[in-house]
């Protein structure tokens, strides 16, 4: 330990001057900091920021307010001039009433002073009828606008042209009535210009209106008014939109001080509402006068208020807005505020850290020792303990230090030899129990099949010398049936050792053609059966079919075949073999069938057909053929099932189907393999 000693002792020193550095630049940058902090005039930011603010609001207010009075400005001047060009056009189609027909498209809509009867529209001349079509087809273009209500003009007579039919029905209901004794008619005509009414509830629609007028005259008389009812509700909806923090109230209001409008109101109100009228002090009451009499553009300070307004023409209203600026300021001077106790804290906070931080340093420096010392240490122990238990191969950080770095590299590689020792084993004891399970399985096939092949032949040789003891000719048939069965527990002892091959010696997968693996089980099944006609029908693509095997793979094709002929009655065999392209999963497999035309496969015995032992008739066979070929399907990573030749009819032909992976895709996953 002594040996150590003097470099731990450095290290310690090393950090503990850094501490001090360290504490010593915080201390005095936290002093630089306050002494700029209480040498400002945090005050004068202050008022600076709130004459900014209030400057921003002021603007803000202003030209809300200057944009609702432009936009009703505009629509209202285009009613003036709108009501003048048309008033011309009028005047023009009145100079020539006698020559002028009825036009085509309108029917007039007329009402009749005083009951509005439809009889009493017959007794009216032809001209005023041709004329008051013309009028109403004039008028129509204005009655879309939005701000527009009822739309009409009367004749001097009384008798009035509408545009929209629901109003004259609506004046029907309350004969006798004679527009001509309308406030709205005689205003215009005895001062013969456009005339703004005062607002009011129409006693025959029950709307809140302002009614424009404009008398028309031709060259030689007055023909008549023209009227325009405009929703007053149309003019509060943008008063009410107007949403700005301490903007108590902004109205349209007449240069008698007249509300016609207020962003208070839900609806108009008819009480006439006058600005001087209300609870407030002189003071705002003279500003209102000079809004009055002025009528500009112009911005009032009373007291913690803010009067702004903007004048409206052609009829010489105003809109006006009143600011408390104390409210409209709530937000800002709550920031303000948070600020200024925000800096007083920091002062406070500032010494009470720097009496902390040594502590803190100190801390640190006691966490820094253990992590580099007793932390790695304690993954070492960790890991000892992974190992007892048998995890192997646990690997720990190597460190910067050296004595750690030789600690965990000797344990690194200590555990890795553990890991393959151990794996080593695994596999010394997974081959024992293959050896094992392929000596049982041997043993059961010899056991099974060969005894069972051995008792046939002796039962039937035994049979063949009672005969011949007896004096009785032994059959040619019986001799054939001998020679069968010593086929048979010939090919038996062929497939158990080819079956041992395929358990024991695990030969390296290679590139094999399907093409050639199948010529050759043809040559071979031809030769094992010379009596019988075998008919081959082949549905091959071009060129190779390559697949990952090795030389047993044969089999395979072999072992169908036999299964073919021995399960098709008489000498014709027929065998159809496909082969086609098959994508599955994102792989790409050779996709190969073998079919016959023998007594078909049962459906309650395809489940067990692969099993060793397993056999669907009563036709004699190992039951190993069809094991051995799902073991060689298996290896080159395929997969074999059998379905019916026929859907309709097992009894029809049986073809067994194979995936087979081409040998390109096992290529293509074996160096994914090898590059993850």
């Not at 032949?457 to 063949?464: F, Q, S, Y």
Request: aromatic share 10%; charged share 30%.
């Amino acid at each position: 330990m002594s040996r150590w000693s003097p470099r731990r002792k450095s290290l310690k020193n090393r950090i503990l001057i850094l501490g001090v550095v360290g504490a010593l630049a915080y201390f005095l940058l936290s002093t630089t900091i306050s002494y700029l902090f209480l040498s400002s005039n945090v005050e004068d930011v202050i008022d600076t920021l709130r004459d900014e603010r209030i400057h921003l609001i002021e603007n803000a207010t202003l030209h809300e307010i200057r944009t609702v009075a432009e936009n009703l400005s505009h629509h209202l001047l285009d009613f003036s001039l709108l009501f003048e060009n048309i008033s011309r056009v009028i005047a023009d189609y009145s100079d020539y009433v006698p020559s002028l027909a009825r036009h085509p498209l309108y029917h007039p809509l007329i009402y009749v002073p005083p009951y509005g009867r439809e009889s009493d529209i017959k007794n009216l001349s032809s001209n005023l009828i041709n004329l008051s079509s013309h009028i109403q087809a004039s008028l129509l273009p204005i009655s879309h606008h939005h701000l527009v209500l009822n739309l009409y003009f009367t004749h001097t007579n009384g008798v009035t042209v509408f545009v929209n039919k629901s109003a004259l029905e609506a004046v029907k209901r309350y004969v006798p009535l004679d527009p001509t004794t309308r406030p709205w008619y005689i205003k215009a005509v005895e001062l013969n210009e456009t005339v703004w009414s005062e607002m009011y509830i129409d006693v025959i629609t029950g709307n809140y209106l302002v009614t424009l007028s404009l008398p028309v005259w031709n060259s030689t008389e007055l023909i008549g008014v023209i009227g325009v009812d405009l929703n007053i509700r149309n003019f509060i909806e943008p008063l009410r939109r107007i949403k700005l923090a301490g903007l108590e109230e902004i109205f349209l209001m007449n240069e008698g001080g007249d509300i016609l409008a207020s962003s208070l109101f839900s609806q108009p109100t008819v009480s006439k509402e006058n600005i001087f009228t209300r609870d407030v002090s002189e003071e705002e009451k003279e500003i209102y006068r000079r809004i009055c009499s002025e009528r500009e553009n112009a911005v009032y300070n009373v007291g913690n208020k803010m009067i702004f307004s903007y004048p409206v023409h052609p009829p010489n209203w105003m809109v006006a807005g009143v600011l408390d600026m104390d409210e409209a300021l709530t937000t800002f001077t709550a920031h303000i505020n948070r600020w200024r106790d925000e800096v007083q804290r920091i002062y406070i906070i500032n010494f009470i850290f720097l009496v902390g931080l040594i502590f803190v340093i100190f801390v640190v420096l006691y966490s820094y020792l253990m992590k580099r010392l007793f932390y790695p240490l304690e993954e070492i122990g960790e890991a000892v303990k992974k190992v007892k238990d048998g995890e192997y191969g646990v690997k720990v950080p190597v460190r910067d230090e050296r004595e750690l770095a030789l600690l965990s590299e000797a344990f690194n590689e200590m555990s890795q030899r553990l890991k393959y020792d151990m794996e080593s084993m695994e596999r010394d004891k997974r081959e024992i129990e293959d050896a094992k399970k392929a000596g049982e399985l041997f043993l059961d096939i010899a056991a099974h099949d060969v005894k069972n092949l051995l008792t046939g032949i002796r039962l039937n040789t035994e049979l063949a010398l009672l005969k011949r003891r007896s004096g009785s000719e032994v059959s040619e048939e019986m001799l054939e049936k001998i020679m069968s069965i010593t086929d048979s527990a010939t090919q038996t002892l062929d497939k158990i050792k080819d079956l041992y091959k395929i358990k024991m010696y695990r030969f390296p997968l290679q590139r094999v053609n399907v093409k050639d693996l199948i010529k050759k089980a043809e040559e071979l099944i031809k030769r094992m059966h010379p009596r019988k006609i075998i008919e081959f029908d082949y549905h091959l693509p071009e060129g190779r079919m390559d697949i990952p095997g090795d030389e047993f793979m044969v089999n395979i094709f072999l072992n169908l075949f036999q299964n073919a002929v021995r399960y098709t009655p008489g000498d014709y065999v027929y065998i159809q073999v496909k082969g086609e392209e098959k994508a599955e999963g994102g792989q790409k497999y050779w996709k190969v069938s073998v079919a016959d035309k023998g007594r078909g496969i049962p459906p309650e015995r395809k489940k067990d057909l692969f099993k060793r032992f397993s056999t669907w008739d009563s036709i004699s066979g190992s039951g190993l053929g069809l094991a051995i070929v799902r073991e060689l399907v298996e290896r080159s990573g395929g997969r074999i099932w059998v379905e019916d030749r026929h859907s309709e009819d097992y009894r029809k032909g049986a073809r067994f189907v194979m995936l087979f992976p081409r040998w390109e895709e096992r290529r293509r996953n074996v160096g994914k393999k090898r590059s993850g």
